[in-house]
């Protein structure tokens, strides 16, 4: 078994958190973490405005780390202040922010041109930045922009909930998501699905384990890492599809 890992949610308010999260994870051994970065966090001022912050991103970059955009607000644009935001969202998309992801799913039910709009804002933030970009993932996996609209946009990988796809050609690669759920109060996070879902996981060729911020504090967490790290072989998304590939191969974690 082979698995992807990132840490999702990632921006200048949290980052020093995010550092403690990669060396706990290199710790384990990971070889390849994607970091999802959210330029704008709920409204907050553009990561641009952060040395700091870029300062960090380019260094990870440069060992290796891939990154990802994240969105552009990672709330629903209807509750960001002058977030600019047009047109009317599907029944759906308002059914899942209000009920599933407490208003986080800023992609679903928008119509295309608000998606495109969202997604051009976002990438706006990241060219500004130098950064390189391994892809694109929608806030909570919920909707996305559409796959043309990222091959205009030169984006080459995009992930969604069940699933990692190359976008240039389509070709995509199941992955079956190890996430935690942080409303339960006092008893920490909790793995989506349980142990059952854990245990038909890791018959797969292929999982994703998403961390997001929080999911490091319970020992049930931690606990299923070393599981995973035991029972697997960590790669990087390129690495999904292109094992031969220069970059798949880092020299360091």
Not at 12 to 31: E, I, T
Request: with cysteine.
């Amino acid at each position: 078994m082979r698995f992807l890992l990132s840490i999702h949610d990632v921006w200048p308010g949290n980052f020093r958190l995010a550092a403690g999260y990669l060396a706990h994870l290199r710790s384990l051994g990971a070889r390849r973490i994607g970091l999802l970065v959210v330029p704008a966090f709920h409204g907050n001022a553009d990561m641009n405005q952060s040395g700091e912050f870029l300062a960090w991103l380019r260094q990870e970059s440069a060992s290796g780390t891939e990154l990802f955009l994240h969105g552009y607000h990672h709330l629903m644009g209807e509750r960001v202040e002058g977030s600019g935001y047009r047109g009317r969202r599907s029944a759906f998309g308002r059914w899942v922010n209000r009920k599933l992801v407490s208003q986080e799913a800023e992609f679903c039910g928008l119509p295309r041109a608000e998606s495109d709009r969202l997604l051009d804002l976002g990438l706006q933030s990241w060219l500004r930045t130098g950064l390189p970009l391994t892809g694109f993932v929608a806030p909570t996996w919920h909707g996305s922009p559409h796959p043309e609209t990222l091959r205009a946009r030169g984006v080459e990988f995009r992930e969604t909930r069940f699933r990692v796809q190359r976008i240039a050609d389509g070709v995509s690669r199941m992955a079956l998501p190890l996430a935690w759920d942080l409303s339960q109060g006092t008893r920490g996070p909790v793995l989506f699905g349980g142990r059952v879902w854990l245990r038909s996981a890791m018959r797969l060729p292929i999982l994703k384990v998403a961390i997001h911020p929080g999911d490091l504090e319970g020992r049930e967490t931690l606990a299923t890492l070393e599981s995973v790290f035991r029972s697997g072989a960590n790669i990087g998304y390129r690495e999904l599809f292109d094992p031969g590939r220069p970059d798949a191969n880092p020299s360091q974690p």
